[in-house]
């Protein structure tokens, strides 16, 4: 890789790499862990979790569409089929055909709503759980009080998928496993989804981020090392939040699954769980709504609380523990996350403000000048956005998710993404009844190839610079996991954007717009030299292998 300095002229082109790597995932690749031999414990899912390549294992090529591949459907047609060519796997269609997850139709894939527990449709499903709830209307977002969902083992996401009519969103998490490309499926279709895993580290969310954790015959032993997996699902749950579990168990027949039903019912109950509703195969319990019942039970009861310096937001490549996470002296007298119902909850100011010293006044001005920028934006691609061009949109350094705020009238959704090192304002990203996660941008995301219609990047290489990190790198990784015909807005410093520009032929990127930043924006940190920023847009085309690169406009 050559350093900045070396390569004022224009960058040397990118070799495209292998086709076999065109759905390569750098710290997610079986290939990687059996080349290395890297020791992993098989049944506690660690070949799942993230294992990223040294500096000289990364791929210095761009990764090719598979052949065949066309510019995705847009939304909302997507949610209901999306190209063969694009996802050229069908046996999971074929092994659960029985199941309604999906159906090959001509060049076509089809997705008619089912899940293994739900045949019927997941929009029904969904209803009945509302019902047994007795929310009204058997609509599950209880008139905005339920936003934030956490689908584990989600298969190809159609639980999500149909939430999101209902002003639900859910965080659909599934692992590169057996069912491969489960997650490259959800997000093909548009909806928002995660490649992850209950394995041994921390979810990547922060405590009390969701409202509903769902698994619907997710394969996961819940028992296993203490509890450890339930706790975790108790740790990013929301005070008084669910888990609805679906399983053979909950209806237990047979003498191994009344024996599971049985151990998982102590396990819950000594978590302080109560059952809210129970159905057919359907369970849903509900968590306390403070520390009394924890309190409460006798001493030496198992599992344990956790101790009391331990941060339940630390999730980089932290160890989950066998212990509850119980609530702050603040929450505990609260009863409850304090939030306001969706969507006044968007703009509303998040009670978790406090944690970073950031008053009210400093948010409303956030989300107001967000608001301006993304105006701004759009205007600067107005020749080539129209209204369903983009769904899938990451922020690479979301801050406190007022960019993603701005988009609120806009038929998208946006993976908010906070970086470790800095504040941990994911939670007040979470408090907002918008998801995402936290990466550091040094190493690739968990996510498939060409699953992103738009990046933005707001400092983010000046981030990485100053961590040593390699810009190169980076916009490799950004070409990864941008869609064909997909945009990047890059603000940054000038000397920056400079540094990027000459990238632009060897990725086959297109300037859509360039345009210097009016000094005295508040988004814009004035460098010591008084340097300007730039908002610099690019489009990635659209082009195919064969014995040579071609341009296909």
């Given at each position: 890789v050559t350093t900045e300095e070396d390569s004022l002229v224009v960058a040397k082109s990118f070799p495209v790499c292998d086709d076999r790597h065109s759905e390569i995932i750098p710290c997610l690749d079986r290939n990687f862990i059996y080349q290395m031999r890297l020791k992993l414990d098989l049944s506690l899912m660690e070949h799942y979790e993230r294992h990223c390549p040294p500096p000289e294992r990364k791929f210095n090529c761009l990764i090719p569409p598979p052949s065949g591949y066309k510019v995705p459907i847009k939304w909302p047609k997507s949610r209901d089929e999306v190209w063969q060519a694009n996802i050229p796997h069908t046996h999971l269609a074929k092994e659960k055909s029985d199941q309604n997850w999906m159906v090959v139709k001509g060049d076509k894939i089809n997705f008619p709503g089912g899940g293994t527990h739900f045949h019927y449709g997941a929009d029904k499903y969904?209803?009945?759980?509302?019902?047994?709830?007795?929310?009204?209307?058997?609509?599950?977002?209880?008139?905005?009080?339920?936003?934030?969902?956490?689908?584990?083992?989600?298969?190809?996401?159609?639980?999500?998928?149909?939430?999101l009519?209902?002003?639900?969103?859910?965080?659909?998490?599934?692992?590169?496993?057996?069912?491969?490309?489960?997650?490259?499926?959800?997000?093909?279709?548009?909806?928002?989804?995660?490649?992850?895993?209950?394995?041994?580290?921390?979810?990547?969310?922060?405590?009390?981020?969701?409202?509903?954790?769902?698994?619907?015959?997710?394969?996961?032993?819940?028992?296993?090392?203490?509890?450890?997996?339930?706790?975790?699902?108790?740790?990013?749950?929301?005070?008084?939040?669910?888990?609805?579990?679906?399983?053979?168990?909950?209806?237990?027949?047979?003498?191994?699954?009344?024996?599971i039903w049985k151990e998982m019912s102590a396990l819950v109950e000594r978590m302080c769980w109560i059952i809210a509703a129970k159905r057919n195969q359907t369970v849903v319990w509900q968590k306390p709504l403070s520390n009394d019942c924890y309190l409460e039970r006798e001493p030496g009861t198992q599992p344990p609380l956790c101790r009391s310096d331990a941060d339940p937001d630390a999730v980089y490549g932290v160890s989950m523990e066998a212990?509850?996470?119980?609530?702050?002296?603040?929450?505990?007298?609260?009863?409850?996350?304090?939030?306001?119902?969706?969507?006044?909850?968007?703009t509303s100011p998040p009670p978790r403000l406090a944690d970073f010293g950031y008053s009210t006044h400093t948010f409303e001005k956030d989300t107001e000048l967000w608001k301006q920028q993304v105006d701004s934006y759009w205007n600067l691609m107005s020749s080539k956005v129209k209204a369903n061009t983009v769904r899938n949109i990451m922020d690479m350094k979301a801050h406190m998710g007022s960019f993603a705020a701005a988009l609120k009238d806009k038929d998208v959704w946006v993976m908010n993404v906070v970086s470790p090192d800095g504040p941990n304002t994911l939670k007040l990203i979470y408090d907002r009844g918008l998801i995402g996660t936290n990466h550091n941008w040094c190493e690739a995301f968990s996510t498939y190839p060409r699953t992103y219609d738009l990046l933005h990047a707001w400092t983010v290489f000046s981030d990485i610079?100053?961590?040593?990190?390699?810009?190169?790198?980076?916009?490799?990784?950004?070409?990864?996991?941008?869609?064909?015909?997909?945009?990047?807005?890059?603000?940054?410093?000038?000397?920056?954007?400079?540094?990027?520009?000459?990238?632009m032929k060897a990725l086959h990127w297109e300037v859509v717009a360039s345009e210097k930043v009016t000094a005295g924006s508040e988004l814009d940190q004035e460098s010591e030299d008084g340097e300007s920023n730039v908002v610099f847009i690019v489009q990635k085309k659209l082009w195919l292998t064969s014995e040579s690169l071609r341009d296909t406009e």
């Open positions: 969904i209803a009945s759980i509302a019902n047994m709830l007795n929310f009204s209307n058997d609509v599950l977002n209880d008139e905005g009080r339920l936003r934030t969902v956490l689908d584990v083992g989600c298969g190809v996401a159609s639980f999500g998928a149909y939430l009519s209902s002003d639900i969103i859910a965080m659909s998490l599934a692992p590169n496993d057996v069912h491969q490309n489960q997650i490259q499926f959800a997000l093909e279709r548009g909806i928002p989804a995660y490649l992850g895993v209950l394995g041994t580290k921390r979810l990547p969310y922060p405590s009390r981020s969701f409202e509903l954790a769902h698994c619907s015959r997710c394969r996961i032993d819940w028992l296993q090392r203490d509890g450890i997996l339930l706790l975790e699902l108790d740790r990013v749950l929301r005070p008084g939040g669910y888990f609805a579990y679906s399983s053979p168990e909950a209806y237990a027949q047979d003498e191994e699954d009344l024996r212990c509850i996470t119980p609530y702050s002296k603040h929450d505990h007298k609260t009863k409850g996350s304090g939030l306001a119902p969706w969507p006044a909850r968007m610079k100053s961590k040593g990190c390699s810009a190169e790198d980076l916009l490799i990784e950004m070409d990864r996991i941008l869609r064909p015909t997909g945009f990047v807005i890059i603000r940054d410093k000038e000397s920056v954007v400079e540094s990027i520009k000459k990238y």
